[in-house]
């Protein structure tokens, strides 16, 4: 396969992804979340309901404990954009992805081993 | 595994932080010596593909999700270790700074934790085991599992420096769930290996190794 169809068919993939994530994605805590809410007793360990007043008080208790209160505004947080829903979050994860397309192939340009 | 700003003080934060700087510099140390410019567009479409798989969180039991990582994936496929750093430092600063997935301050943990643990663990892991065993997918399916479970367990120790989780519990919370989401992490690995071995044969480093 020449690299330029390689290339074309990998992006078309990771596209196809993307556009799919938000409506097959699970919204279920990650591992960390879930291992980090089951801690504080909001959630058990092996069952699945979340409590969401003590994941809020959890998230408390860690900033309390660690003093790191850095707070920072994403321009597309959790993958979405605020105001829109279900097409934001198609929008955001296909921005995301060609995104990362440009700069990974800007910065492996610039860091790559020159031919000659 | 995106560690948030509030799981690890500041200061801690930032000897992750340096750590995982020295990773980055080896890493584009690597790419400039075997990264050769016809790998440049490669190397984009995996961390293009590697951003739009992490956003596909599979539901696992016990009301939890779990993603690939991909660390292992790049490692594997382009022949170093630092290949997993320099792409998941790209694709955990995209994830950080546009999307929020994970913290700025402790951005050098989850670096650490996904990049430099998940392209060693992954590399090495394939290598080994794919030279006791001899099926490349059956190596690759094993080491993303171990690079997603070790990257994991040293994210309970990490926290446990912190104050955030208890170490017992932490280990055992967070060796457990990942110890599943692994098994994705394992698969996805297989499968794109055996697609792109299947596909072009000629840009994995070690392409003999993939004709088993």
Known sequence: METKQFVIIGVVIALVIAVAAPFLASGDPDGLESAFFSIYEAKPFMGSELDEDAAGTAEEQAIATTGNDFSYEAFMPDYSIPGMDKLGEVFAVVIGTLLMLILVFAVAKVSARPDN | ?212
Request: glycine share 14%; hydrophobic share 60%.
């Open chain 2, 1 to 212: 595994m995106h560690i948030p700003d509030a799981f690890i003080p500041m200061g801690q934060a930032l000897v992750y932080w340096v750590i995982a700087l020295v990773f980055i510099v080896l890493a584009l140390r690597w790419a400039r010596h075997s990264m050769g410019e016809e790998k440049i567009p490669l190397v984009a479409v995996l961390a293009a593909g590697i951003f739009a798989i992490q956003a596909l969180n599979i539901p696992i039991p016990w009301g939890t999700s779990g993603h690939m990582v991909g660390a292992a994936l790049a490692a594997i496929v382009l022949g170093s270790p630092f290949a997993g750093v320099f792409v998941l430092t790209l694709v955990l600063l995209v994830q950080g700074i546009i999307f929020g997935d994970g913290g700025i301050t402790v951005m050098g943990a989850n670096i650490i934790n996904m990049g430099v643990i998940g392209g060693f663990v992954g590399y090495y892991g394939y290598t080994g085991i794919k030279g006791v065993i001899g099926n490349a997918y059956a190596a690759a399916f094993i080491a993303g599992w171990a690079s997603l479970f070790v990257s994991a367990i040293l994210c309970a120790v990490e926290l446990a420096i912190a104050g955030t989780f208890p170490l017992g519990l932490g280990l055992t919370f967070m060796g457990t769930y990942h110890a599943v989401i692994g098994l994705i992490e394992g698969g996805i690995t297989a499968v794109a290996l055996y697609l792109i071995a299947s596909a072009r044969p000629d840009i994995l480093e070690h392409p003999q190794a993939v004709s088993a």
